[in-house]
Structures are given as C-alpha cells and as structure tokens.
C-alpha cells in the first residue's frame, strides 16, 4: 500500500514538476509531511528526512524531462549552466542549513512569496520591459509550438546572484527552486514560458546532484521511500513534457500562476495550522 500510494505521490510530481518548471519538490515534500501527520504509512517521518528524499528524486525528475525538452531543442541550456553556477553552491549550503529548519514558519513566509510571485504574473504585461544594453546577453528564439520569435536577455552576474538564492531555498527546502526560477525568468529576464520551464528544468536537475550529495552525507534520505518515488517521477516528467508540448505559450503562463496560487495557499495553511 506504501509503495502504491508513494508512485502516486511520485507520478503526480513528476508530471506537474516537468509541465510548469518546478522539478516537483514542492508537491513531494507536502505530500510526505502530510502522509506522516496524518496517516501511519509513513511513520515519525521528519521534516529534514522529506526534503532529503524529495531532493534525490528531482534528480531522475530533472533529468527525465531534461533529455525530452533536449529532444525537442526548447531549453536554454548555455543560460541554465549559468544559473547553476549560483543554484549549485547555494544549494549546499542550504541543504546544511535544513538541520535548523522550522517547518511551520517557512511554510507561511514562503507560501505568501509564492502567491505573490503569482500576483506579480498577473500584470505582467503591464510591466514596463527591461531595457537590455547592448553587449549584454541578448538571445532571439523560435518557438516552434507557435512559430513565434521572442527576444529575451539577462546579466551573467545578476543570473548568478539570483539563482545563488534560489539554489538556497531548494536545498533548504527540497523544493527544485523551478518554482522561484521560472516566474524570475520570465518577469526579470523576459524567457517564453516553454524555454523557461525547460531551462529550469535542467537547472534542477544539477542542482539536484549537488543537494543530494550534501543530505546524502547529513543522513537525510530513506532509500525505499526514493525507490518508490523514481518510477512515478520519472514517467510522469515524460508525461509533463509531452503535455508542455501542447500547450500555446499563454496557457502555459496561465497554468503556472493557478499551480503556484494552489501551492502557495496550502503552504500558508499549512504554516498556520502547523
């Protein structure tokens, strides 16, 4: 019955982590607190051990989608080495700072973050554009699902300051950091949503190495429970991309605002009730 309910949890992730960015950390980790509060199937699971095992199993979610979206050119992956320039060792040192986590706290401040990540979405084009200088990075893409060019730009040194923090609060909270890297991609940088979400995706999966190994070595991570995770993971990031696939840029973005407003809601619960 564990493992069912563990590929379940697994597949669900994975097709969500892949089809809007967010490695699928942030609906493992929930999910898993929830079974051992709530349920016996999980026993005295704790916060630290949730976010160590849903940290290893974004590796098999990252890299499954990674080698689709590769499959269909649609990420960014020169930009996405560069972001893992500032995820990966941000990530470390926040998978060590985990030992002191408050769970309840985080899930509050945190949730509040997200819904207001998604609010800023919102009115996103009413936002003035950046105006990028010449001699920074400046990229025009096709994106063949509607044939339409986007020109999009971004600071290697601000790229690395921002997803530095964002690498934080994945390996603090096990939660990919898709789910900060995508809004930012889009609202700071101005990335399509489908070149977005594929860059996120193969920043998560090498961040996801180097956070793994650091809760690896903190004893943070319950093998079986990463075995039941993987099959589901894996086949549904698959099935999150094909479903990227088909989706116009804009259902995409309006997908990802209503996914991080359901998040971000059940994290400001979950903060208030503890």
Known sequence: MVWIVLAAIGLT????????????????????????????????????????????????????????????????????????????????????????????????????????????????????????????????????????????????????????????????????GGSLMVPAMMLLFFFPPHVAVATSMFMVFLSSITNSITHIYLGNVIWPYVLALIPGAWFGAKLGVMINSRLTGKSLATLLKAVLIIIGLRLIINGITG
């Open 13 to 176: 992730a994975g097709i969500i982590g892949a089809l809007v960015g967010l490695g699928g950390g942030i609906i493992i980790v929930p999910a898993l607190l929830f079974l051992a509060g709530s349920t016996d199937l999980l026993g005295n699971l704790t916060p630290q051990r949730a976010v160590g095992v849903s940290t290893v199993i974004m590796i098999f979610t990252g890299l499954s989608s990674t080698l689709a979206y590769l499959k269909k050119k649609t990420g960014d992956y020169k930009a996405g080495l560069i972001f893992f320039a500032g995820s990966g060792p941000g990530g470390i040192i926040g998978a060590f700072a985990n030992k002191s986590l408050q769970i309840a706290a985080f899930s509050l401040y945190f949730g509040s973050f997200v819904i207001l990540i998604s609010l800023v979405l919102l009115v996103k084009d009413q936002l003035k554009p950046v105006v990028f200088k010449e001699g920074k990075h400046k990229i025009t893409k096709t994106i063949n699902q509607d044939g339409q060019a986007y020109t999009y730009g971004y600071h290697p040194i601000l790229a690395v300051f921002l997803s530095f923090g964002v690498g934080f609060c994945s390996g603090l909270f096990g939660i990919g």
